[in-house]
T-cell receptor, first 112, second 114 residues
Framework: GNSVTQMEGPVTLSEEAFLTINCTYTATGYPSLFWYVQYPGEGLQLLLK?????DKGSNKGFEATYRKETTSFHLEKGSVQVSDSAVYFCALSDRDGSRLTFGEGTQLTVNP | DSGVTQTPKHLITATGQRVTLRCSPRSGDLSVYWYQQSLDQGLQFLIQ???????AKGNILERFSAQQFPDLHSELNLSSLELGDSALYFC?????????????FGSGTRLTVV
């Protein structure tokens, strides 16, 4: 079956540091890949997505590239802010849109 | 506000009881998904409905059931509750089941079983 593996957290950075959160996946076929973000006390928000190999998703300074050869979708941001503190989830979708499979989530804390 | 409305936000109940969680999808969305988020199992897909019909089923216990009504709102029924059912339950919706678009999540119902 499908599975998603994220780097273990928590991750603590200083403001303006570079962020990488690793994500690898196992899936049949060619899934779409997503990053969702969960702020404290809130639901999940779609951060970015990529639907085919070599696509780059980007939003709010975050980027991730769909790498089919390494089955990866690592999240990056060049300069994090305190407001980026949240839990980040990598996910993949079955092609028929029946469900999302999530990674374990990575807690990010950014200190001023 | 994502447009997906879940009620109640918090629920505390005793073991053995039954509860109903309610979800109103975003306007125009025909598909509803239920997910469970717990500390030990992470985010798990439970069940999906599309235009009133069950479309996909995940790791949903037999004690749990759901339905989607003609007005497209959905209810998740949890019965014979156990301590281990304590979790955050999310509803999500999408226009149609489309693997490329993802879905929009509500803010969740936090269920505590005591």
């Amino acid at each position: 079956g499908n599975s998603v593996t994220q780097m273990e957290g928590p991750v603590t950075l200083s403001e303006e540091a570079f962020l990488t959160i690793n994500c690898t996946y196992t899936a049949t076929g060619y899934p779409s890949l997503f990053w969702y973000v969960q702020y404290p006390g809130e639901g999940l928000q779609l951060l970015l997505k990529a639907t085919k190999a070599d696509d780059k998703g980007s939003n709010k300074g975050f980027e991730a590239t769909y790498r089919k050869e390494t089955t990866s979708f690592h999240l990056e941001k060049g300069s994090v802010q305190v407001s980026d503190s949240a839990v980040y989830f990598c996910a993949l979708s079955d092609r028929d849109g029946s469900r999302l499979t999530f990674g374990e989530g990575t807690q990010l804390t950014v200190n001023p | 506000d994502s447009g997906v409305t879940q009620t109640p936000k918090h629920l505390i109940t005793a073991t053995g009881q039954r509860v109903t969680l309610r979800c109103s999808p975003r306007s125009g969305d025909l598909s509803v998904y239920w997910y469970q988020q717990s500390l030990d199992q992470g985010l798990q897909f439970l069940i999906q409905y599309y235009n009133g019909e069950e479309r996909a089923k995940g790791n949903i216990l037999e004690r749990f059931s759901a339905q989607q009504f003609p007005d497209l709102h959905s209810e998740l029924n949890l019965s014979s509750l156990e301590l281990g059912d304590s979790a955050l339950y999310f509803c999500a919706s999408s226009v149609v089941p489309d693997g490329e678009q993802g879905c929009t999540f509500g803010s969740g119902t936090r269920l505590t079983v005591v």
